[in-house]
């Protein structure tokens, strides 16, 4: 149960995964840019940045960078694709239903619109050009 769940077989035509790729590479960028601008404004944001959860300024930074740009970074290599899109998904999922909660649609858009990529990506899984498919068959091949 757990080898499906980290190493999915399906979609695997070549049309299917070079969009995945794509989408993984596009939107993985997009998400660790956000990351980076967060991780070199650290010292700068530590002390004001949004404590949703309650947990800290500084250690919510934390957990938004490493959700940006560790997870991103995976998300894009297609390695623990699942696993690294959980808090890549409960990232969005602070962003636009508690932090920008109150504002406007207008503000919350951006995080809606990774939310529902990152939530159908989750789903439909990495396809065949990802680090997971390679090691599903090293995997497969020493069993």
Partial sequence: MIYNFLFPS???????????????????????LHGLQKWNAFEQMSSGFPDPIGLGS??????????EL???????LGFLYRLSLIPM?????VAFFIVHGADPFVVKELAFI?????????????GKY??????????????
């Fill in 58 to 67: 500084s250690t919510s930074l934390v957990l938004a960078i490493f959700g």
């Fill in 130 to 143: 990802s680090l997971d498919n390679i090691l599903k068959k090293l995997i497969k091949h020493k069993r």
């Fill in 10 to 32: 399906k979609p695997d035509d070549t049309k299917t995964s070079l969009f995945l790729l794509g989408m993984r590479v596009v939107f993985g960028t997009l998400m660790m």
């Fill in 70 to 76: 560790i997870c991103s970074l995976a998300f894009i």
């Fill in 114 to 126: 990774y939310l529902i990529v990152f939530l159908l990506m989750y789903f439909i899984g990495p």
């Fill in 89 to 93: 998904i409960v990232t969005m999922v």
